[in-house]
């Protein structure tokens, strides 16, 4: 399947219907994994705090006055996780504004110390808040986190990758191009990484094109993204809760476009944590071939108030219902399907 520009991008999202993206989507799904599995992974979403400086405004999650976990409470968290089969830890938090890399470098050694488990943590926004308290460059303070454990970053953060749009609703929060300078510096250290999309705000389909070219780029660049995770906006508890949340259509079309335009990426992950699960077993059929984890805990989409579950019986049976072969994969770093049900 040849690439498809920007303009062509646009044209799919304003062509009624909702097949003809979905179709193509799911031709190039066969063509990049023609083994038919569809994979998913059990791990669990520890925020170590929700402090946060940036007050971004879609955020149900941060709070001034809120938590730091403690390392005997990491730990706990970790332990549950090894015990429930988790091969890996997603760790994130809000942009503390008093921890230096120094406490970040601890909390690394801390987990490699004690755990033999993936560890798949601190977005671009937390990077680059690391880096403003402690003076260092973005290449310093990804060489120390890396040498101290650090196995690959999450794509968290990106919302739109538009600066009007960030201007408008996260204006404390890194630059497009700081976004993608922490993501290139990842890659080139060696570090694999996710991308992601948050969508269905304030943002244009013009938009949302805008922010696929950039990911476009720079994976042509570097070939560091393993996978892309678009989800949508939950407005709950939020300061745009007036705002209505995207719906199913919105987000397999839009998720079935990314899949077709991002055709340098691997994989596509498919989000039941904003969908529910039948919408994510349709997913499948528009261009995802990663179902997620388990999410043993989850904090910042629960904070809005929607609350999906799902256990990995749960997971097996969706992707076999859907005509997949399931498949757990080990950690976030290739994708690759290890154990198969
Ligand atoms: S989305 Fe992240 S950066 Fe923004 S306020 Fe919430 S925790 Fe902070």
């Not at 498919?270 to 990663?290: E, I, M, P």
């Not at 997620?292 to 997971?315: P, W, Y």
């Not at 997949?324 to 049900?341: G, I, Y």
Request: with cysteine; hydrophobic share 40%; net charge negative.
């Amino acid at each position: 399947m040849n690439r498809i520009s920007d303009k062509e991008a646009v044209q799919m999202f304003h062509s009624p219907g909702l097949l003809p993206a979905g179709l193509m989507a799911d031709r190039l799904r066969q063509e990049l994994h023609p083994d038919n599995t569809a994979t998913f992974i059990i791990d669990r979403n520890i925020n170590y705090t929700n402090i946060c400086t940036a007050h971004c405004k879609f955020c149900a999650f941060h709070n001034d006055k809120g938590y730091l976990l403690s390392k005997d409470a990491l730990a706990e968290k970790i332990r549950e996780t090894v015990e429930l089969g988790g091969t890996q830890i997603l760790l994130q938090g809000g942009l503390h504004p008093g921890l230096p890399l120094e406490f970040y470098e601890d909390m690394m050694g801390f987990i490699r110390e004690n755990f033999k488990i993936h560890v798949h943590a601190f977005s671009p926004p937390e990077i680059c808040n690391i880096s403003n308290i402690s003076g260092l460059g973005i290449k310093e303070v990804i060489k120390r986190l890396k040498d101290s454990g650090l196995d690959s970053i999450p794509g968290g953060g990106a919302e739109i990758l538009v600066d009007s749009v960030r201007a408008g609703v996260s204006p404390n929060k890194c630059t497009v191009s700081e976004w993608l300078e922490v993501m290139r510096t990842a890659h080139k250290a060696g570090l694999r990484t996710t991308a992601t999309m948050m969508f269905g705000f304030t943002e244009t389909v013009e938009d949302r094109v805008e922010h696929l070219e950039k990911i476009r780029l720079l994976q042509d660049e570097t070939g560091g993204f393993t996978s892309f995770i678009p989800w949508t906006f939950q407005p709950g508890n939020t300061r745009m809760s007036y705002l209505r949340t995207a719906g199913g259509v919105d987000y397999l079309k839009t998720l079935a476009i990314a899949r077709v335009f991002l055709d340098n990426i691997p994989n596509i992950q498919a989000s039941w944590v904003t969908q529910g699960n039948k919408v994510a077993q349709a997913a499948l059929r528009f261009g995802a071939n990663d179902i997620g984890s388990t999410m043993i805990e989850e904090n910042v989409v629960s904070a809005t108030g929607v609350s999906f579950e799902v256990t990995k019986e749960e997971l097996i049976g969706l992707i076999a219902n859907a005509g997949f072969t399931p498949a757990r994969r080990d950690s976030s770093v290739d994708f690759a399907p290890r154990q198969v049900f």
